[in-house]
């Protein structure tokens, strides 16, 4: 019973970690602006997300059954510590703590570049507002230089080409 809880473990890290593949090439994408790439890898994230939870299911019903058998009845969300609790063989132990690990750290990496991948897009949409404003604003000429004795916003003292008398 123990190696079908190292096995669900074992094989949510594994998706994890294809998250992480993913999450990286959503980072060359953003960085280089192939929108239909992104929206490639966004679907395929969508898919292991789902595949996660239901390996994730998979594995809290794996877990509770191990409880029982062990004489730990109606425990709904079993940790990895109620595990440990009632484990007793060395070797399962430091299997299910080998697995563990690895889920652990792929969380965490994938953290990591989610966080980034969010950080690159809000700075590209940023960058695409401050584009926009710039050409949709009406130019602002208060960083420009002026003579002080010189009237702003009087159109009869513009010089130009074209003369209105003539």
């Given at each position: 019973m123990v190696s079908q809880v190292v096995k669900a473990i074992d094989q949510l890290a594994e998706v994890h970690e294809q998250l992480i593949q993913t999450g990286l090439a959503k980072k060359q994408a953003?960085?280089?602006?192939?929108?239909d790439?992104?929206?490639r890898l966004m679907r395929i994230e969508s898919k292991l997300s789902r595949e996660i939870t239901e390996m994730d299911q998979e594995r809290s019903?794996?877990?509770?059954?191990?409880?029982?058998?062990?004489?730990v009845k109606n425990r709904f969300n079993v940790t990895y510590r109620n595990l440990m609790g009632v484990i007793h063989d060395p070797e399962e132990r430091t299997e299910l703590q080998r697995v563990h690990e690895r889920l652990e750290r792929a969380i965490?990496?994938?953290?990591?570049v989610n966080?980034?991948?969010q950080t690159?897009?809000?700075q590209s949409l940023d960058f695409i507002a401050f584009t926009i404003d710039l050409y949709l604003n009406p130019e602002d000429e208060s960083y420009t230089y002026k003579h002080p004795a010189s009237p702003?916003?009087?159109?009869?003292n513009k010089s130009g080409l074209y003369n209105t008398r003539a």
């Open positions: 953003i960085l280089s602006k192939e929108l790439e992104l929206m019903l794996v877990s509770r059954k191990l409880m029982m058998d062990k004489g965490v990496q994938l953290k990591q966080d980034l991948n690159l897009l809000q702003t916003g009087d159109p009869k």
